[in-house]
Every structure is written in C-alpha cells, then in structure tokens.
C-alpha cells in the first residue's frame, strides 16, 4: 500500500498551464468595432491604438534633448526616394486612401515642407513680377522695376499659413479627443507634413500663371484647389467624422475655406493686381507751350 506523502499531488513548476477566461477588455472593444460595417477598412487606414503601438515600440530609440542638434536632426532624416513618393501621393490622390497612413506616419518629416514652401515663395514672387512685366511690355512709359517686396510678403504668407493653420489645427483635434474618444488624433508633426506636401501642386501653377489670360489663371487655380484640398479632406475627414456631425462638417469647412483663401489671394494680389496708369510724357511745344500726350 502507497503510504500518504506518495498519493498527495505534487506540482511541476515547469508545467504548462492554459487558463480559460473571459475575453479581454481590449478584445471585446476590437470585436465589436469589427462587427460595425464600413469600419475594416478605415481601421486598415487609420490605424488602431494597438497597431500604433507596436509601430512606436519596434522603433522605439531614445530621444535626444530639444536643445540639441540631433533632436531637430531627426526631422529631416528622410531620404529622396521618400520625398518623391510623398510628392506623387499629394499630386494623385488616391479617394479613400489616406495619407498620413501610408506616407507620413512611419516617419514624418520637415525636410519636404520646408524645400516645397521655399520653391513656392520664390515661384510666386518671380512669376508674379514676369507676370507684370509681360502685361506692361511695349508701353513707352513703363519702366520695369523688381518687386522684391513680394518675396517678403510671399514668404510671410505661406509660411504662416504652413506652419499657423497646422498648429490650430493640432491644438483643436487634441481638445476634440478629451471630449469624444473615438477621434483620431494625428501629431503636430504629421500635420504639418501633410500642409507641406499638399502645397506642392501650386509650384507649377505658379509658373503657369504668367501666362496673361485672366480665365485661364482662375481654371488653373481652380483645379490645383480641388486637387490639393482633396488630401487635406481625405486626410483629416476620418479624423473628426466620429464627433458631432455639425462639427465635423465645421472643421472640414474651415480646412477648405482657408485652403481656398490663400489661393485666391495669392492669384489676385500677385497676379491680378490693378494696372497702374502711368502719367503721361509732357513734351515741350517750338513755341514756348507744352504739349501733353495720351497713352493708351
């Protein structure tokens, strides 16, 4: 007969054990938030927390103080293979395909913005004093004077609205996600790569509106409008769909309106300015009286 210490049970450290419990809190909000229709695919854009996550943990290095050089070195660690691809992204947009998802979010940069904001400054002020220039050729009184002055103002304008409008745009978005959990939130970084990279388009139509026809400056504005407005909507769009539906439809309305300030007012100030009447040459008479000459 076995003696008692013998039929006591004994437990193996090393075993294996398998604990069948309730699912999870996070599995349960994953389950239902794949049982909502038209929510797979935006989840696939977007992203989850989880995902987001995991992104930042198999990347994660660590940070070098803001006062240094390699802190702000980071922010144009990008290559041109990256640049080029964000271009593309942001000149043929993709409808439903969001863009800080597929280009930015694994690492999003100032290198483009910057480069692509510098390029227009100066498009716009060159082309805007050839722009005068060809409109006042072969006038006897006109004499071509460089407006260097635009520079400055150009400068002051698109980068204020590249760097100003993604910042407001950031603070409202982090307000918005205290209030309705189900916002996502995208960095200041991130936006401003998209307000950077989103302006591209309007490099070329700026050179483009030398050419002096009023009708066909307003159908270039136009169409690099809708094609750069485009990313903005797809990109923020899924960002504020999920607060009040009057202010989401607010956001995106004042994402566009200002989008669509800036082009008109860059095309009628640097463009469509007025013509300026020259006076006229006064050219003194044999007898002693002055003559005054109209040019039209």
Same mark, same amino acid.
């Given at each position: 007969m076995a003696a008692v210490d013998d039929l006591k049970f004994r437990a193996n450290p090393d075993a294996t054990t398998i604990s069948i419990?309730?699912?999870?809190?996070?599995?349960?909000?994953q389950h239902s938030r794949r049982q909502e229709p038209g929510r797979e695919e935006d989840d696939e854009l977007l992203g989850?927390?989880?995902?987001? &996550?995991?992104?930042?943990?198999?990347?994660q290095k660590k940070s070098a103080p803001f006062w240094t050089f390699e802190y702000y070195q980071t922010f144009f660690d990008v290559d041109t293979y990256q640049v080029l691809d964000r271009i593309k992204g942001s000149v043929f947009p993709v409808p439903g395909r969001n863009f800080v998802r597929l280009y930015v979010r694994s690492n999003p940069d100032l290198y483009g913005p910057f480069w692509i904001c510098a390029t227009l400054v100066f498009a716009i002020a060159v082309s805007g004093n050839l722009s005068n220039f060809f409109i006042h050729l072969g006038r006897p009184t006109y004499h071509y004077v460089p407006e260097f002055r635009k520079v400055s103002i150009a400068a002051t304008t698109i980068y204020a609205y590249a760097w100003l409008v993604p910042l407001a745009l950031w603070g409202f978005l982090m307000w918005r996600?205290? &209030?309705?959990?189900n916002i996502v939130s995208y960095s200041f970084l991130e936006i401003v790569c998209v307000y950077g990279y989103s302006l591209f388009v309007y490099i070329p139509t700026a050179i483009l509106w030398i050419i002096p026809q009023k009708v066909v400056r307003w159908v270039l504005m136009i169409f690099s409008l809708c094609l750069s407005g485009s990313v903005l909507v797809m990109t923020f769009w899924p960002?504020?769909?999920?607060?009040?539906?009057?202010?989401?439809l607010a956001t995106m309305g004042t994402i566009v309106l200002l989008h669509a300030l800036l082009s008109v007012g860059c095309l009628a100030y640097f463009f469509d300015a007025p013509e300026v009447d020259f006076p006229a040459p006064i050219i003194p008479a044999h007898n002693g009286t002055t003559l005054i000459t109209k040019v039209k």
């Open positions: 419990d309730e699912p999870t809190e996070a599995h349960k909000k989850t927390d989880d995902s987001d &996550k995991t992104e930042l943990l198999a990347g996600n205290s &209030k309705v959990m960002a504020v769909r999920d607060d009040n539906r009057r202010i989401a």
